[in-house]
């Protein structure tokens, strides 16, 4: 069975800090109770424990009837390794240069072999020389690679409200970015 996520990425590839970052992220998320403060079996990977959707994830989002009240698959998963966090439907492998705005894609996405393994943090614009974390560069939709990430499975048939996604940016720290994707996981129960 297929599911929806959203997911938010730091715009940083290397989070100081992580994983501690991700348990403050998650106590602030289970007090405004976006989701459940104990892990259940309710996410996709692994042995599927994630945090469950809360009542207060209604007040984060913009469509909240579209959010999986009810679903076996509704949890929130915390990655803490290197990721690479792209739409799973049609994405297009288009960025830009914020320099010098010329189409630099295919080589910018090659050049994930060596961000993967932490080789490097930062991409070289091929036309101009301009160098940054990758996160910086143009991307014609949206994407995210760090050793952070916060999945929410079966949530991706809304979006986070922009103040929501602004405190969550100010509490993390960092500034985010909203990635939307599908996953297989287990069938109903």
């Known amino acids: 069975m297929e599911y929806s996520q959203l997911i938010l990425v730091p715009q940083l590839s290397s989070v100081p ?34 945090y ?23 949890g929130l998963e915390l990655v803490d390794k290197r990721c690479i966090y792209t739409p799973t439907r049609n994405f297009l492998h288009e960025a830009g240069c914020p320099e010098c705005r010329q189409e630099i894609g295919e080589p910018l996405f090659e050049s994930l072999e060596e961000w993967w393994p932490g080789t490097t943090d930062n991409f070289t614009c091929p036309e101009c020389g301009f160098e940054d974390d990758i996160n910086g560069f143009l991307f014609l939709q949206p994407c995210g690679f760090s050793n952070l990430g916060f999945i929410f499975n079966g949530w991706g ?28 996981g287990p069938a109903p129960r």
Do not use: Y
């Open 52 to 74: 469950a959707i809360g009542p207060g994830a209604r007040q984060v989002v913009e469509h909240p009837d579209r959010l999986p009240f009810g679903q076996p698959v509704s």
């Open 157 to 184: 048939d809304t979006r986070f409200t922009e103040g929501f996604l602004d405190a969550f940016g100010e509490r993390l720290g960092f500034a985010v970015r909203q990635v939307w994707t599908h996953a297989e």
């Open 17 to 50: 800090g992580h994983q501690a970052l991700a348990g403050r992220m998650l106590r602030w998320l289970a007090q405004r109770q976006v989701v459940e403060a104990l892990p259940s079996t309710c996410g996709l990977r692994g042995n599927r424990m994630a």
